[in-house]
């Protein structure tokens, strides 16, 4: 089991990139029966777990919920964890690309657009250009019939990809990954968000020093405030109220401690 902490009860693996890294190395090396999976968690999947029991018992289940967002990491430091830094989607991706070129991992992209997903391959190649990419595809943007779920499981499992990075966006992506993992083959699945629209540089992203110190979600509200401004502007002031709302109960709105997962890591 991993050492966590329970933020809203939402789970958070207290672990910082190179750690992660070690876990998917070793996840890829075993080859389970069933496809492990990565939540990328931040203030809004909080929030919304709050909403929807689902999404907080995907997030609860999965393999590893990394903490993605500044308010989340001092919530960690608050409670005596040393965690040095969030696992920032873009971040995750790009020390992977680099491990895989020695450990030969293969990938594969779900999400986004093929304009999207073109334009990011052909930075990547310039960038990591021994990086194995075995496929990749732009799903419709509807609910998938029984035939195109079996196509899709069938391509990535016939690539033979050792990573499927998904960017559907929350909360599509954790649900994706949660109804796919008994039907692909992969070791690992990782949500990461809008991570793909950043390599492709079709989304600009926030300074260092605005990720740094929490101001991430300004820059990207102003970058696109018609589609982004219920999600800040809402989520962020909810995720207070939950906060002040359990303290002012009387109950713990963060914990720490072993939390048992379904499957043991």
Known sequence: MDFCY???GVKIDALDIPAVIDKIKSWINARGAIARYICVTNVNSVVEAQKDPYLKQITNESDLSVC????LLWLARLVGIDLKERVYGYALMSEVFRVSEKEKFKHYFYGSTDLVLIGMLKVLKDKYPKLEISGFYSPPFRQLSPAERDSIANDINNSGA????VGLGYPKQEIWMYEFREFIKSPVLIGVGAAFDFFAGNKPQAPLWMQNSGLEW????LSEPRRLWRRYLINNTLFIFFLLKDALFLKSPFRVGHFSRQKEV
Not at 68 to 71: A, E, K, Q, R, S
Not at 162 to 165: L, Q
Not at 218 to 221: A, D, I, S
């Open 162 to 165: 050792d990573i499927v990075w």
């Open 68 to 71: 993605d967002g500044m308010p």
């Open 6 to 8: 329970s933020v809203l």
């Open 218 to 221: 300004l820059f990207r509200l």
